[in-house]
């Protein structure tokens, strides 16, 4: 999303003729809770000018989309390779019988039966198995979501009564993942098979007792492990609505030139949020006929809200701007629905499919830098979160994010803008990002650098789109 140059601290702020500009290159595309409510809660007054009269900015409209999948492309490779090997595997008559030859007694044949049987159960179906539920636990998840702020939000009023910026928010989010939890299949023990070896004669040698011996050869095993493997599809759901409202105020100026980089005055804000989340979640065991999107609709959700506080602070020059803050400094829970869980004995899948039931708002700092030129056109910026954070879903974040961009002062002349944003944790995903603002409305999208192969046409492995507008007056 596109540079938002700095203002001046008197009277040559340059107003944008026909709207408001932007948000920042490197702001989050779509935002775990609303664009707004990531935004260093100082800035308003920093960026809105505070004259006679006072200014005002409100949004118009915004809403965005997005998804993340995994690299199910090489899961279904996986899939397929296993599933022609498993229908390929055979254990014939002649091979069974052909491993009885060369012992001496029943038992050492009854032996060697099994361990032929053991060998070649565990090398052609365990072992091919259980490296596709490894990647199913890996790479099989998707997670789809979108946003959108209630009209005329943010609303910011910035008036010399009021000593600095109001902010009034309210947004909406919805996401939805899927994910596997897996456990390999055991291999297969010789005690669970059964196996007779006949014996019908003596062989070549005319003389019973001796190696070459003739058998005949049966087996039979009871393996229950893969019809009672736990291994599960577990969904989850997440609707988000925030109530926020803030306050920033120009505590301290510089009484350097404006043409000096030491320059500058310093703001601090705060911003309070409530939170009413609904929360759901179900799961269904791979090896069951039911369909996880049934069992979700099926699941009885959870309300429940909470207060957030962030708090932040921003130098702001006619050169650069720098800023700081943190969100949700007093970590806010919520409850997920209770799973049924009665028909599970592993405990290490009992205990991943219940893990993440509280959801837990962590506080996390993020910093945020630009560059501007003289004439307030050109700006480079960077942010980066310093923690590690999860949202609703359990998914981990930490966004790292560079870009540039040109802002037009006019309605016709469009603002272009360009970066790259990647993920450091969790699914590690990269995105080129490029944007474009033009009569007052803004078009942002992410494109994810990874691919994957989807009905014979390649696909982003992620994406995020962005529409929004707002006016300044």
Same mark, same amino acid.
């Given at each position: ?11 040559t702020?340059?107003?944008?003729e026909?709207g ?9 595309l ?7 409510a990531?935004r260093n809660?100082?800035?308003?007054a /920093?960026v ?9 900015r409100?949004?118009l409209?915004?809403f ?6 995994g ?6 490779d ?5 599933s022609?090997r498993?229908?390929r ?18 038992a050492?044949?009854e032996?060697a ?10 090398t052609d179906?365990?072992d ?15 997670t789809?979501?979108g946003? /959108?702020q209630?009209?005329?939000?943010p609303f ?13 928010d ?10 596997v939890?897996?456990r390999s299949?055991a ?7 059964t ?6 004669g003596?062989?070549?040698d005319a ?5 070459d011996?003739?058998y005949?050869?049966n087996?039979?095993?009871d393996y229950?492990?893969a019809?009672n493997?736990e291994?599960?599809?577990l969904?989850?759901?997440a609707?988000?609505?925030q ?9 301290w ?9 030491a ?6 804000g705060g911003?309070l ?5 609904r929360?759901v979640? /179900? ?7 039911d369909?996880?999107?049934d ?6 959700s959870?309300?429940s809200?909470?207060?957030g ?10 050169h650069?701007?720098?800023?700081a803050w943190?969100?949700?400094?007093n ?12 028909g599970?004995s ?20 993020q ?16 942010a ?9 879903m ?7 994010s560079?870009g540039a961009?040109?802002v ?18 969790g ?5 080129l ?6 009569f007052g409305?803004n ?14 046409d390649?696909v982003p492995q992620?994406f ?8 300044t007056?």
């Open positions: 999303m596109a540079a938002k140059p700095a203002p001046l601290p008197d009277a702020v340059k107003t944008v026909g408001d500009r932007p948000s920042p290159v490197s702001a989050p779509v935002s775990p809770f609303g664009r707004a990531t809660p100082a800035s308003p /920093a809105l000018q505070q004259g006679r009269g006072g200014q005002f409100a949004g409209l915004s965005g989309l997005g998804y993340e999948i690299a199910l492309d090489d899961v279904e996986q899939i397929d390779d296993a022609e498993l229908e595997f055979t254990i014939t008559e002649a091979e069974l019988t052909s491993q009885l030859s060369g012992n001496s007694s029943q050492e044949a032996t039966l099994k361990n032929y049987v053991v060998n070649r159960v565990n179906v365990i091919v198995v259980n490296p596709v539920l490894r990647s199913l636990a890996r790479e099989g998840h998707v789809v979501f946003e /959108a209630v009209p005329l939000t910011v009023m910035t008036v010399e009564a009021l000593g600095g910026s109001v902010v009034f309210a947004s909406f989010q919805a996401v939805a993942n899927t994910s939890v897996t299949l291999a297969l023990d010789s005690s669970a098979i196996v007779s070896a006949s014996y019908v003596p062989g070549p003389t019973p007792g001796t190696s011996d003739v005949e050869a087996a039979d095993f229950e492990d019809e493997n291994s599960s599809v969904v989850k759901g609707l988000v609505k109530y926020g409202v803030g306050y920033s105020h120009n505590v100026k510089s009484a350097a030139s404006p043409e000096s980089w320059s500058g005055w310093l703001t601090v911003r949020k409530y939170y009413d989340l929360l979640r /179900a799961t269904v065991r791979l090896t069951d006929e369909d996880a999107e069992a979700l609709d099926d699941a009885q959870r309300d809200t909470g207060l506080l962030d708090l932040g602070a921003q130098w702001t020059s006619r650069y701007t720098a800023g943190v969100n949700n400094l970590s806010p829970q919520f409850k997920f629905n209770r799973l049924d869980l009665s599970y592993d405990p290490d899948v009992r205990a991943e499919l219940q893990s993440g039931a509280t959801y837990t708002m962590k506080p996390q700092m910093l945020a830098g630009a560059l501007h030129s003289a004439d307030q056109h050109w700006v480079l910026d960077l980066t979160d310093v923690n590690a954070i999860k949202d609703p359990g998914r981990e974040y930490q966004w790292f560079v961009g040109y037009s002062n006019t309605f016709w002349v469009p603002g272009l803008r360009a970066g790259y944003r990647a993920n450091q944790v699914t590690q995903l990269s995105y990002t490029a944007g474009l603002t033009w409305v078009l942002d999208l992410a494109y994810g650098l990874k691919e994957i192969k989807y009905e014979g390649t992620s995020m789109l962005n529409l929004s507008s707002s006016m007056f």
